[in-house]
C-alpha cells in the first residue's frame, strides 16, 4: 500500500487535505438519515404508555437538544484533527488507555449493526407475511437477514465519501424527507391529536428516564462521529450540518413513534406499530425508512471496521466486509431482545468518556495539536471510570435524578480539575511535526 493511500485510509492518520470535502449539506444529508430509521420510531414508541405525547415529545426534544450539542461538539474534533474516533482519544487517554474504549466501541458496534439487522428482517418479514402469508418464501426472516446484510456491508465497503455524496445528497435524502411527510400527514389526516396532546401519561416511566433514553440516541454515535467527520472541509460546516441534520430527524421519527403508538398501537407493541405504519401511504413510507435503516448498519459496520483497523493493518474496505458478515451471522441467530437496557449501558460508559474527551480538546488542549503520551493520562482515565461509577449509581438508586448528563459533566470537570492541579495537560506538537 502507498504512502498516500495509508494517509487517506489508514484510521491511525489524519486524512489527508484534498479528501475533506463533506460540507455541511453533505453532513446534514447523513445525520439527518441516521436520525430516521425503524429503530428511533420503536424508542419512541417506549415513551409513550408511560410519558404520554406532550411529555414524551418534551422528553424527546429536551434530551435530543442536548445529545446533538455534544455529537456536533465531538464531530469536530474529527474535522480539527483529521482523526478517526478512535485514534482521536489517543490524545486524551494516552496510547493504552485508547485501547479499552476501542475495544468496547467495537463490540457495541457489533452489537448495533446485529440490532439493525434484526429490526430490519423482523419488520420485513411481518410485512411480508401480511401480504403473502407466512408461509411464502418472501416471510423468511433468514432471507431478509442475508439480504440486508449484504446491503449494509455493500455500503460500508463503499465508504463514506462514497455513499453520502453519490447517494445521500443526490437523492436519498429527499425520499426520506418525502417518507416523514407523508407519515405526518397520515397521523394529523386520522388521529385526534388534540384530545392525545391533554391524556397524561400512566407514570410507568419517569420523565429523567424518558430524557435519558432520548439523550442516548445522538449520544450512541459519539464513539464514531468523527470517522465521518473527518472528511468534513471545516469545523463550522461539520457542527451546523451534523446538529441540525440529526435533531430534525431524530425529534421527528421519535416523536412520531409516540404519537403513531398512543393512537393506532395502544398496547405499544412493536408489531402493532408496524402495522399502523405500514397503513399510510400503501406502506411506501414505512418501506423507504425500512430501507434507510441499512444506512444506520452501514455506519456501523464501517465504524467497527476503523476500530478493527487500529489494531491490523488491513485495509478498511476489507474489514468491513468481514465486520458485516459477523453482524449478518449474528443477527440470523438472535431474537429481538429488549434494547432500552442496551441504550442505558451504552450511555454509562461513552457519556462520562466524552465527558473527558470535550473538556480535554476544547478546555485543556483548546482545539490544538498535541503529542499522544505513549501510555495512560491517569486523570482522564481516573474521571471517565468515576464518570461510569456516577452513571450506575444514579441509575440504580436516583433514576427519577437521571444518569447520562449529570456522569458526563461530572468526568468532564473531574478530569479539568485533575490536570490542572497535577498540571499534565498534553504537550502542544511543534509546528512543523503536524499533518
Not at 435530543?64 to 450539542?69: E, I, P
Not at 449494509?152 to 463503499?158: P, Q
Not at 450506575?392 to 427519577?400: I, M
Request: glycine share 12%; hydrophobic share 55%.
Amino acid at each position: 500500500m502507498s504512502s498516500t493511500k495509508l494517509t487517506q485510509y489508514s484510521p491511525d492518520l489524519p486524512v489527508a487535505h484534498e479528501r475533506r470535502v463533506l460540507g455541511a449539506r453533505d453532513l446534514f444529508s447523513l445525520w439527518f438519515s441516521l436520525g430516521v430509521g425503524l429503530m428511533v420510531l420503536q424508542t419512541g414508541a417506549l415513551l409513550a404508555p408511560g410519558l404520554g405525547l406532550a411529555h414524551g415529545v418534551l422528553a424527546i426534544v429536551l434530551g435530543t437538544l442536548v445529545g446533538v450539542l455534544l455529537l456536533a461538539g465531538a464531530a469536530v474534533i474529527g474535522a480539527d484533527t483529521g482523526l478517526s474516533a478512535m485514534a482521536s482519544l489517543k490524545t486524551s487517554l494516552g496510547r493504552h488507555g485508547a485501547a479499552l474504549p476501542a475495544l468496547l466501541n467495537l463490540l457495541q458496534l457489533v452489537g448495533w449493526g446485529a440490532f439493525e439487522l434484526i429490526v430490519m428482517r423482523d419488520a420485513a418479514s411481518l410485512l411480508a407475511a401480511t401480504r403473502w402469508g407466512e408461509g411464502s418464501a418472501w416471510a423468511s426472516p433468514l432471507a431478509w437477514t442475508v439480504a440486508f446484510g449484504v446491503l449494509a456491508t455493500l455500503l460500508a465497503v463503499s465508504g463514506p465519501l462514497t455513499f453520502v455524496r453519490r447517494v445521500l445528497r443526490k437523492w436519498g435524502i429527499w425520499l426520506l424527507l418525502a417518507a416523514c411527510a407523508w407519515l405526518t400527514w397520515n397521523l394529523f389526516a386520522r388521529a385526534d391529536l388534540g384530545a392525545l396532546w391533554t391524556r397524561a401519561g400512566d407514570g410507568s416511566l419517569a420523565f429523567a428516564a424518558g430524557f435519558d433514553i432520548a439523550i442516548a440516541m445522538p449520544l450512541s454515535w459519539l464513539p464514531l462521529i468523527a470517522d465521518y467527520s473527518r472528511f468534513g472541509r471545516a469545523p463550522g460546516k461539520v457542527f451546523r450540518g451534523t446538529a441540525l441534520g440529526f435533531l430534525l430527524g431524530n425529534v421527528w421519527l421519535m416523536s412520531l413513534g409516540v404519537a403513531y403508538t398512543l393512537a393506532f398501537a395502544p398496547g405499544g407493541e412493536a408489531n402493532a406499530l408496524l402495522m399502523a405504519l405500514a397503513g399510510a401511504g400503501m406502506g411506501v413510507p414505512l418501506l423507504l425508512i425500512l430501507l434507510d435503516e441499512s444506512e444506520n448498519a452501514f455506519a456501523d459496520i464501517h465504524s467497527a471496521a476503523v476500530s478493527v483497523g487500529l489494531l491490523v493493518r488491513f485495509k478498511v474496505e476489507h474489514l468491513a466486509g468481514l465486520v458485516g458478515l459477523l453482524c449478518t451471522l449474528i443477527a440470523a441467530f438472535a431474537p429481538l431482545a429488549q434494547y432500552q437496557n442496551f441504550l442505558l449501558l451504552i450511555g454509562s460508559v461513552f457519556a462520562p468518556l466524552f465527558g473527558v474527551v470535550l473538556v480535554d480538546h476544547y478546555l485543556l488542549r483548546q482545539r490544538r495539536a498535541v503529542s499522544v503520551n505513549p501510555g495512560w493520562r491517569g486523570s482522564a482515565l481516573v474521571a471517565w471510570l468515576t464518570g461510569i461509577g456516577l452513571y450506575q449509581a444514579l441509575a440504580t438508586y436516583w433514576p427519577d435524578l437521571g444518569a447520562t448528563l449529570p456522569s458526563l459533566v461530572a468526568a468532564g470537570l473531574l478530569h479539568l480539575s485533575l490536570a490542572r492541579l497535577l498540571n499534565r495537560a498534553p504537550a502542544e506538537v511543534p509546528a512543523g511535526s503536524r499533518r
